[in-house]
């Protein structure tokens, strides 16, 4: 099974600080036709999941342009440039590659 | 797109419970759906698959235990739970997975306790 190591497990910000997560595969999640099925998503306290990037790099509709995605193969990041309090909750990488599996965690706290 | 679970509740270890997903607002019969699950204060952890043409996967965690089926007439999603564990206590979500959209619904409770 592929494991999804996330990193920090917790992150304190201040607001306009940028922030990144890091995610990083046990396998590549290139698959044979050239695409890597990694998403980012964040969980509000109390609510259910919300997509913020699909395929690594792509913003999801609605999400405001100051969340980014980057990397390939197996090393991962989300990037927040410029965090606002609505950001607080716990992000979460998944990988569609090889079956489903999600990351560990981060949780944003607000200082 | 609109998911709504139920069917949750308390249950004793060894019994069974059988979750239910109502989808609307898209053409449920085309879609693959998933069945995911988060035990309290815990990470999302991803139970089971059934594809739009009803292929089946399952974690190893609830292999032989659960199955996940669909009715497309009725626009439903299904979990039956048996045998159920201590660790299975978790808030259950329904969620259509597609390659630039994640719908979820917003979970239902399953307690399995004596």
Not at chain 1, 21 to 36: H, K, P
Not at chain 1, 49 to 73: A, D, E, H, K
Not at chain 2, 15 to 25: I, Q, V
Not at chain 2, 38 to 50: E, N, T
Request: glycine share 12%; aromatic share 10%; charged share 15%.
């Amino acid at each position: 099974d592929v494991v999804l190591t996330q990193t920090p497990s917790t992150l304190s910000a201040t607001i306009g600080q940028s922030v990144s997560i890091s995610c990083r595969s046990s396998q590549s999640l290139l698959d044979s036709a050239g695409n890597t099925y990694l998403y980012w998503y964040l969980q509000r306290p109390g609510q259910s999941p919300q997509l913020l990037i699909y395929l690594v790099s792509n913003l999801g509709s609605g999400v405001p342009n100051r969340f980014s995605g980057s990397g390939s193969g197996t090393d991962f990041t989300l990037k927040i440039s410029g965090v606002e309090a609505e950001d607080l909750g716990v992000y979460y990488c998944m990988q569609a590659t090889h079956a489903l599996t999600f990351g560990s965690g981060t949780k944003l706290e607000i200082k | 797109v609109q998911l709504v679970e139920s069917g949750g509740g308390l249950v004793q270890p060894g019994k069974s419970l059988k979750l239910s997903c109502s989808a609307s607002g898209f053409t449920f019969s085309s879609y693959g759906m998933h069945w995911i699950r988060q035990a309290p204060g815990k990470g999302l952890d991803w139970v089971a698959y059934i594809s739009s043409s009803s292929g089946t996967v399952y974690a190893d965690a609830v292999k032989g235990r659960f199955t996940i089926s669909r009715d497309n007439a009725k626009n439903t999603l299904y979990l039956q739970l048996n045998s159920l564990k201590s660790e299975d206590t978790a808030i259950y979500y329904c969620a259509s997975l597609r390659l630039a959209t994640g719908y979820w619904g917003q979970g239902v409770m399953v307690t399995v306790s004596s």
